[in-house]
């Protein structure tokens, strides 16, 4: 039985705007991905009978819901294989909390299976069949840091330089509808460009609405930014600050409160699954 153990990377929205609404109701967006070196693992059995079974995965999820059961069988179906994989999840990214956890491992599914079913599929058909899953999907189907916007699946691949953050997660979970549908969101952001987050223009406008109604979130905010500056990330509860070096983030951490999880890690441009293909 072929096996195949891959990272399904954490993703930081550097900044987050909302540009407009298109005719159907979709949000119009304007943000920049960067991926970081802490993620969930997948592990990718093949199955011959053609059955897709996720073993292990979050136990709030029912199998048939998941993402990564969901992504092999869009792929299944998409190209016609009849083989089948069981999929392991070891879980690290927090749920709802912005990180991307769901979309990622989707991705990393896709990528995966793609490989070992040998269905032959570049990665612009796969970004296409992403898509389908969710919108933050295309970005770790295609690995590498990216301004975008759209619904987040027009992508403008970009260097960025290498940087530690601190990421926490405050515990809460915060659900991304409940947010989209929020009567004080700020819909009318003036796009902005590259140039212009580099200059220091750029916020999350989720960021207010979730204070306002997570009082955790907000206390998590204010104290992450007495060490550094804080934001969140995405529509989530978690919540991110650049710092110097991996010591740095870490002496910070010594501080952090019981009630709430954290972790450092470092922003990268290439993706870790995008660099775990080039060696398979």
Not at 109 to 121: A, E, M, R, S, T
Not at 218 to 227: D, H, P, T
């Amino acid at each position: 039985m072929q096996a195949l153990i891959l990272p399904a990377p954490a993703k930081l929205n550097l900044f987050l705007h909302i540009t407009g609404r298109r005719a159907d109701g979709y949000h119009l967006l304007q943000t920049l991905f960067v991926f970081l070196d802490f993620g969930d693992d997948i592990t990718l059995s093949v199955r011959a009978d053609g059955e897709i079974h996720r073993p292990a995965g979050a136990a709030d999820v029912p199998e048939h819901a998941d993402l990564t059961v969901r992504a092999a069988r869009l792929l299944q179906q998409e190209t016609g294989c009849r083989l089948g994989a069981d999929i392991h999840v070891q879980k690290r990214i927090p749920m709802g909390g912005g990180l991307g956890g769901g979309s990622s491992d989707a991705a990393t599914v896709l990528k995966g299976l793609n490989h070992l079913w040998n269905c032959g599929l570049d990665d612009d058909a796969l970004a296409t069949l992403g898509l389908r899953l969710g919108a933050d999907v295309p970005v770790f189907v295609r690995g590498h840091a990216a301004w975008a916007e759209g619904v987040g699946e027009q992508l403008t691949p970009v260097e960025l330089p290498t940087k530690w953050y601190v990421v926490i997660h405050p515990r809460v979970h915060v659900p991304t509808a409940e947010l989209f549908s929020a009567p004080d969101l700020t819909r009318d952001c003036l796009p902005i460009t590259l140039a212009a987050f580099h200059d220091g223009q750029g916020s999350n406008v989720f960021q207010p609405v979730v204070e306002k109604r997570y009082p955790e979130v907000a206390n998590a905010i204010s104290w992450l930014s007495g060490f550094a500056e804080a934001r969140l990330t995405g529509s989530g509860s978690c919540l991110f600050a650049p710092v110097s070096s991996k010591g740095k983030g870490n002496k910070i951490l010594q501080n952090l409160p019981p009630e709430w999880f954290g972790f450092v890690a470092q922003g990268v441009t290439m993706s870790p699954l995008q660099q775990r293909l080039v060696t398979v």
